[in-house]
């Protein structure tokens, strides 16, 4: 159990509305990173952080933002929520600093977009 | 770029039955780093093995082994003697050697495995 936990676990939100997802973890962890499930894709890299207000973009950042003002948070928003953004998002942390080290991952967020 | 490809969307077999799963990985870098993960129907993903680049050697855990081979950029992941607790949907999944961002996981697109009773 690598003590990663997400809220909200589920949320139904409407077209225009922000939303804000959090990651939180009690091990001191300095990668973590945000993912979106969707069928046919796999999961895709949102956005990841390499430490406190360090932060940077991956493949599907487009309408997301990200802010980790504390070690143990990593926030994840969308400004204004679109229907393609429904999806199953997870967060997940990188154990020490070398490259090989396995991720681990929450229990994911169901983002509904109405 | 990297791309990892599991041709496989859905496999269906019967219990005692051994299946393999299919996954060929696609990078330019000569270090990279390939995981499987398992999603069960209740939604988490639990890491099953990493394989470093330089380190061909097959793994066998219980009933799971792993065969990975460069020649074919292929990492292919058997479940001898299925059982129903095995059906979930499995990702193969590759990391960069080069820390290209944050060093992420670049995912397939997962196959799901039904194991029949």
């Known amino acids: 159990d690598a003590g990663i936990t997400q809220s909200p676990r589920h949320k139904v939100t409407e077209t225009g509305t922000p939303v804000t997802l959090r990651c939180h973890q009690t091990?001191?962890?300095?990668?973590m990173y945000w993912y979106r499930q969707d069928p046919g894709h796999g999961l895709r890299l949102i956005h990841y952080?390499?430490?406190?207000?360090?932060?940077d973009k991956g493949e599907v950042s487009d309408g997301y933002s990200v802010s980790r003002s504390k070690t143990e948070d990593f926030l994840l928003t969308l400004e204004s929520a679109t229907s393609s953004q429904t999806s199953v998002y997870f967060c997940?942390?990188?154990?020490?600093?070398?490259?090989?080290?396995?991720?681990?991952f929450g229990p994911g967020t169901r983002l509904t977009v109405l | 770029a990297q791309k990892v490809t599991q041709a496989q969307t859905e496999i269906s077999v019967v219990e005692k039955e051994d299946v393999t799963l299919d996954c060929v990985y696609e990078?330019?870098?000569?270090?990279?780093?390939l995981f499987w993960y398992k999603q069960p129907p209740s939604g988490e993903l639990v890491f099953l093995i990493r394989?470093?680049?330089?380190?061909?050697q097959n793994e066998i855990s219980g009933r799971y082994s792993w065969n990975f081979q460069k020649s074919t950029s292929s990492f292919n992941f058997t479940i001898t003697a299925s059982q129903v607790v095995d059906s979930a949907v499995y990702f193969c999944?590759?990391?960069?050697?080069?820390?290209?961002?944050?060093?992420?996981?670049?995912f397939g697109a997962g196959t799901i495995l039904r194991v029949k009773s």
């Open positions: 990078t330019r870098d000569t270090t990279y780093y």
């Open positions: 999944a590759l990391s960069p050697g080069g820390g290209e961002y944050g060093n992420k996981l670049v």
């Open positions: 394989r470093n680049s330089f380190d061909e």
């Open positions: 952080s390499y430490g406190v207000k360090d932060t």
């Open positions: 997940a942390i990188r154990e020490g600093l070398a490259p090989y080290n396995e991720q681990f």
């Open positions: 091990e001191n962890h300095r990668y």
